[in-house]
């Protein structure tokens, strides 16, 4: 089974400082990888997605993720966090394209000014 | 864009009383459709998979009979808590996926907190 594993809950950072959210997957094959963010009683909103290809995926609200196989590794990251960047953000793997998703357990970001 | 709406956004009921939580999407069709419950400061759980004209499947330690969920039509799914408790308290959320699949993505609605007095 797919697992994933955000490892810090929470990350502080100053106003146009960056920032790196870290995210480790466990799964067997070729994963299919997502970064989501949910604002305060919010759903969710894709930032961006890796299926296959360039390992060096663009999102949207500049961010950008890397995927390392080596590393069972997906982290996020963005050169400079505006205030409006605070909120939880969520990896997650799915088996194929368009199933269900299993979420690590979130990284809160708090943007200081 | 593809737009998935819940309905409704917050309800409180009382202890005993059943609730139903409405997902749509409204731009594109959805064969299956995903019911997640996130509780405070806690990730998205999956709780069952929802797929048009059959049966849901239900993730382990789901009861079924407490979730009853519908997926009659291409464009809604229903989620029923039955016999509310204060501890089914949670936010409900549910993601849809556009048939036609060729993006890959899940599209999410906003939530549906339900609160249980």
């Known amino acids: 089974a797919q697992s994933v594993t955000q490892p810090d809950i929470h990350i502080t950072v100053s106003e146009g400082a960056s920032l790196e959210l870290r995210c480790n997957y466990s799964?067997?094959?070729?994963?299919?990888l997502f970064w989501y963010v949910q604002s305060p009683g919010q759903g969710l909103q894709l930032l961006l997605k890796?299926?296959?290809?360039?390992?060096l995926v663009q999102g949207i609200k500049g961010f950008e993720a890397e995927f390392k196989r080596s590393q069972s590794s997906f982290n996020l990251r963005k050169p400079s966090v505006h205030w409006s960047d605070a909120a939880e953000y969520f990896c997650?793997?799915?088996?194929?394209?368009?199933?269900?998703?299993?979420f690590g357990g979130g990284t809160r970001v708090l943007v200081k000014p | 864009g593809a737009v998935v709406s819940q309905h409704p956004s917050w309800v409180i009921c009382k202890s005993g009383t059943s609730v139903k939580i409405e997902c749509r999407s409204l731009?594109?069709?959805?064969?299956?459709m995903f019911w997640y419950r996130q509780f405070p400061k806690q990730s998205l759980m999956l709780m069952a998979t929802?797929?048009?004209?059959?049966?849901?499947?239900?993730e382990q330690g789901v009861e079924k009979d407490k979730f009853l969920i519908n997926h009659a039509s291409l464009t809604l799914s229903t989620l029923t808590v039955t016999s509310a408790h204060p501890e089914d308290s949670s936010f409900y959320i549910c993601?849809?996926?556009?048939?036609?699949?060729?993006?890959?993505?899940?599209?999410f609605g906003e939530g549906s907190r339900l609160t249980v007095l």
């Open positions: 997650a793997v799915a088996r194929a394209a368009g199933n269900k998703l299993t």
């Open positions: 731009d594109f069709q959805a064969t299956t």
């Open positions: 799964y067997g094959a070729t994963p299919y």
């Open positions: 890796y299926f296959s290809g360039d390992t």
């Open positions: 929802s797929n048009e004209g059959s049966k849901a499947t239900y």
């Open positions: 993601s849809a996926r556009d048939r036609r699949g060729n993006t890959g993505e899940l599209f």
